[in-house]
């Protein structure tokens, strides 16, 4: 069974940065696309930054320049460096496969002041 654990979020004044982490057992991670999700309060969820099995990346307009999404397939985590943060972006974020969704995990908050 796959299992998804986010971790990093937390509260942060607009204009810092956040790393988030999420951690991925049950899958073979390296071959397959990962993706960050969000989900804003009253809103649906989104697909914010995705990263291919072979390391090409891919960002909603609204984070392009400020998110950077990076893994480390020895440690199956994939992570999502956010900088230059608005209040825009307070979610909850999550982690999945972009082309197979699993269970999702808890999700991290990430809420940013103004």
């Known amino acids: 069974q796959v299992q998804l654990v986010e971790s990093g979020g937390g509260l942060v004044q607009a204009g810092g940065s956040l790393r988030l982490s999420c951690a991925a057992s049950g899958r073979i991670f390296s071959i397959n696309d990962m993706g960050w999700y969000r989900q804003a309060p009253g809103k649906q969820r989104e697909l914010v930054a995705i990263i291919t099995s072979g390391d090409s990346t891919n960002y909603a307009d609204s984070v392009k320049g400020r998110f950077t999404i990076s893994r480390d397939n020895a440690k199956n985590t994939v992570y999502l460096q956010m900088n230059s943060l608005k209040p825009e972006d307070t979610a909850v974020y999550y982690c999945?496969?972009?082309?197979?969704?699993?269970?999702w995990g808890q999700g991290t908050l990430v809420t940013v002041s103004s």
């Open positions: 999945n496969f972009p082309i197979a969704l699993v269970a």
